[in-house]
Structures are given as structure tokens and as C-alpha cells.
């Protein structure tokens, strides 16, 4: 029986990929930039090489936030600005709800 909450995909992801990187969802949320995110990363990053999710952080009631986890660190700031995308900051005060976060190479994928 499963006890957390947390989808198999995300917690496959979070195994995988050293990097996370919460945004906020645009107000008007992604609508078509979806299928240009997804080919620009699949582009930059390699198929399979990138994961996205749903999140939330708990600073953000009114906002909806999205994790995107990513292989090659060099690939965040691209990401950021050819998207517009804003971190979505974590409170300070809870320990693993930061925006960006190197997590701790769990595969032999990062080296």
C-alpha cells in the first residue's frame, strides 16, 4: 500500500535528475508555449533527459507552481530567459521548498 502522496513519475524524477527548478505558471498559464517548452528542451536537453511536474510551494496560495528537472545544470538560465519564466522562491524558514535546488546525484548520471 502507498503511503505518500507524491506520484511514482515525480519521485522518479527527484531519483534522477540532480537539478529542480520551480517556476510560477504564467497568469494566463502556459497554453501553446507548452509544446515549444517541451521541444525546445527536448532539443537543448536530449529526449529523456529533462522531467516536468506539478508542484506546489506553500509561499505561493495564489499562484500555481511546476518543477522542471534537468540533467545538465548549464541549462537552467537558457531556460529561464527564453521562456520568461519566474522562480518561484521558497520560504527560507522550510528546509526543501527552495526554487533551485542541486539534489544529490543518485544515478550515474551527473558526475
Not at 525546445?40 to 529533462?50: I, K, T, V, Y
Not at 518543477?67 to 522550510?94: C, K, N, S
Amino acid at each position: 500500500m502507498r503511503t505518500k502522496s507524491r506520484p511514482r513519475k515525480k519521485a522518479a524524477d527527484e531519483l534522477f535528475y540532480p537539478l529542480r527548478v520551480r517556476v510560477l505558471v504564467p497568469l494566463d498559464g502556459f497554453g501553446r508555449r507548452y509544446e515549444e517548452l517541451y521541444r525546445s528542451m527536448d532539443e537543448r536537453a536530449g529526449r529523456g533527459l529533462w522531467g516536468h511536474n506539478a508542484d506546489c510551494v506553500p509561499r505561493y496560495d495564489l499562484r500555481d507552481t511546476t518543477a522542471f528537472y534537468m540533467a545538465v545544470p548549464g541549462l537552467v538560465a537558457p531556460f529561464l530567459e527564453t521562456f520568461d519564466l519566474e522562480l518561484a522562491r521558497g520560504d527560507p524558514e522550510r528546509p526543501g521548498e527552495s526554487s533551485y535546488r542541486l539534489m544529490a546525484p543518485k544515478s550515474g548520471l551527473c558526475k
